[in-house]
């Protein structure tokens, strides 16, 4: 049925901006929400019965309106916010209305005063439109657990006022970098959970992306924001050569390189060609130009070690953590040998302990290094700290290999 | 004559569910007692706050505004002080907060006032 389709085609994009727009009309996000959600309803059942309308866009939002004028009404309150609705149901906001809109709608579910994984919970709701239950099972939480989270985030929202707006000019960067922070939250989340039955789970990587693409035509001159964009094409481009056939985990330095998403490349590229046209220099913008390197690289052994080495230098000089110290490590590693990497890892050693990664990448290095029972005792403290299953599975192999 | 500011704390653990009777008794308790200490000319001010998952704190630390949900989690931190403040919306809230003069080394809790229907 070519209608029901037509709903799913524009969902994407008018989801973010019907909320948007109905969150500054109604003062309220979840009454907005409930009337965006019956709008495209209505939709998918007249537009198969009539065809779509020339502008789905307009035909949902004054549907929408007419849904949220009768909520209000059923409520059966004083509600100044009834005449203005219902005074020109079918106007329509402007371009420029309608891009404040939706950084207003993400500013405010990515407002700092709610916790970050509320942040997150929200924005995937009301920007990306779905449903609490595809929230829950994305992060692997129960459906009751997520809808709880919403419920008391939109409480917070409601009864601390926390304000559907574009902030001021001067706390505008920190409140983009909060915006930036739960898109990249996603995307590691989809990339790498933690733990979980599953490494990747495909569909949060492509909301990491959408996301970070929407942000970068909302606000198409922020270095950070490009870069962010940037750094999740890049990172998911590798998604189909990071498990092999029978869906074992596939190292870097191992990928068929030939798998990678050549367009998410080509895209990702060019947000971080325009990022680097701006004057400032930020983290994601340091951490895509990793990423941008390795994807330039047609095998492993091109890889230019020397910039990866360079770009961590700045990264570390930014205050980044002991993981970003560790990742340098590696790489002076590839540069210059193990042995040049091995004392930089122990400098590590206290604050990693706990961290999986960090003793099997020393594990890795050992083994080059020759160094093979130090290695197999570095693997099993990898697999001691990991709860993983994927990467227990790839730790117990690469011991395995030692014997 | 001195001036008092009284702090009220209970555990939110012991409070009952709105519309029950045991709140509905309580209130008449509350109204009685706000009655009685307006008509002695004692109360220069006072109201009740929303709960402490409507908390949001506010923190300076080098020039950096630090903002985080949840109530001030206490430690060695005592309460020195309050205002009572009107604001168009909790930025404008922490807009305020960000230039009180403790909060470069303390932390400013922001609670909404409680609206109490009049009936």
Request: aromatic content about 6%; overall charge negative.
């Amino acid at each position: 049925m070519p209608a029901v389709s037509t709903v799913d085609a524009v969902f994407r994009t008018e989801w973010p901006r019907l909320v948007a727009t109905l969150t500054r009309e109604l003062r309220d996000l979840d009454l907005a929400e409930e009337a965006a959600q019956e709008a495209f309803l209505e939709a998918s059942r007249v537009w198969r019965r009539d065809g779509p309308p020339d502008r789905p866009g307009a035909w949902l939002l004054t549907t929408a309106r007419r849904r949220a004028i009768d909520r209000i009404r059923r409520a059966q309150r004083f509600d100044d916010r009834l005449a203005a609705l219902a005074e020109d149901a079918e106007r329509q906001p402007e371009q420029r209305r309608l891009v404040d809109d939706q950084l207003a709608l993400l500013f405010g579910c990515c407002h700092p005063a709610l916790e970050q994984d509320a942040q997150v919970a929200l924005t995937l709701r009301a920007v990306g439109g779905l449903t609490t239950s595809q929230i829950a099972h994305a992060f692997l939480v129960p459906e009751p657990t997520m809808a709880k989270r919403l419920t008391r985030a939109k409480k917070k929202i409601r009864a601390a006022g926390i304000p559907f707006t574009v902030p001021d000019a001067d706390r505008i960067d920190d409140r983009l970098a909060s915006v930036c922070g739960v898109v990249y939250a996603i995307l590691t989340e989809g990339h790498a959970s933690a733990s979980g039955p599953t490494l990747l789970r495909g569909d949060l990587c492509d909301e990491a992306i959408w996301l970070a693409e929407t942000l970068a035509s909302l606000a198409p001159d922020e270095t950070e924001v490009r870069s962010l964009a940037a750094l999740c094409l890049l990172t998911d481009a590798r998604r189909t050569a990071r498990f092999d056939a029978s869906g074992e985990q596939v190292l870097l330095a191992d990928q068929d390189r030939s798998a990678w998403d050549a367009e998410k490349i080509r895209r990702g590229i060019g947000h971080l060609l325009a990022a680097n046209a701006g004057a400032t220099v930020g983290p994601y913008q340091l951490q895509a130009t990793i990423a941008a390197i390795h994807a330039s690289a047609d095998r492993w052994e091109d890889t230019d070690w020397a910039a990866i080495v360079g770009v961590y230098d700045v990264l570390v000089g930014t205050g980044a953590g002991p993981i970003v110290a560790l990742n340098r490590a590696v790489a002076i590693g590839e540069r210059d040998g193990p042995d040049r990497a091995l004392p930089l890892l122990d400098e590590l050693a206290e604050d990693l302990s706990t961290y999986h990664y960090f003793h099997s990448a020393r594990a890795e290095l050992l083994v080059r290094a020759g160094r093979v029972d130090e290695a197999s005792v570095a693997f099993d403290r990898a697999l001691e700290a990991c709860d993983n299953e994927d990467t227990r599975r790839w730790i117990r192999r690469r011991r395995q290999a030692l014997e | 004559m001195p001036k008092y500011a009284f702090l009220l704390y209970d555990d939110p653990a012991n409070a009952h569910p709105m519309d029950s009777p045991e709140m509905a008794a309580e209130m008449q308790q509350w109204f009685a007692f706000t009655e009685e200490i307006q008509a002695a000319g004692a109360m220069l001010g006072g109201e009740a706050l929303l709960g402490t998952e409507i908390a949001t704190c506010v923190r300076v630390r080098e020039g950096s505004t630090v903002t985080a949900d949840g109530p001030f989690a206490e430690t060695k931190e005592a309460l020195g002080g309050f205002y009572l403040v009107e604001a168009a919306d909790l930025d404008a809230a922490i807009a305020w907060a960000e230039k009180i003069p403790s909060v470069g080394s303390g932390t400013v809790e922001i609670r909404p006032i409680m609206e109490i229907p009049e009936d």
